[in-house]
């Protein structure tokens, strides 16, 4: 079983930065890629930003420019960094893994972290 804990969520004015983190615990694969997803009240969840285990990177077109991704394989740890955020960005976000970026979301679900913008 793997254990995914995000934290660094918060409360953040327009214009401001965020920086995320997930650490995955127990039976986890350094080959998985990880990433995240998002949700906001009445809508589905959503594809926000994914990294490979050989660092690729793919990005929504709605946080490219704005959010970088990145991970520390010695922590198991992914970082999403987010600047210039908008009051659109409000939403939980929740980190994921899976055995490709294609496929991110079929192994493992954090439980949320709340991240809210106002404007």
């Known amino acids: 079983q793997v254990n995914m804990v995000e934290t660094g969520g918060g409360l953040v004015q327009a214009g401001g930065s965020l920086r995320l983190a997930c650490t995955a615990s127990?039976?986890?694969?350094?080959?998985?890629?990880m990433g995240w997803f998002r949700q906001s009240p009445g809508k589905e969840r959503e594809f926000v930003a994914a990294?490979?285990?050989?660092?690729?990177?793919r990005y929504a077109d709605s946080v490219s420019g704005r959010f970088t991704i990145s991970r520390d394989y010695a922590k198991n740890t992914v970082h999403l960094q987010m600047n210039s955020l908008k009051p659109e960005d409000t939403a939980v976000y929740y980190c994921?893994?899976?055995?490709?970026?294609?496929?991110?979301?079929?192994?493992?679900w954090g439980q949320g972290t709340q991240v809210t913008v106002s404007s």
């Open positions: 994921a893994t899976g055995p490709t970026i294609a496929t991110l979301g079929s192994s493992s």
């Open positions: 990294i490979s285990w050989s660092g690729i990177t």
């Open positions: 127990g039976r986890t694969s350094n080959t998985d890629a």
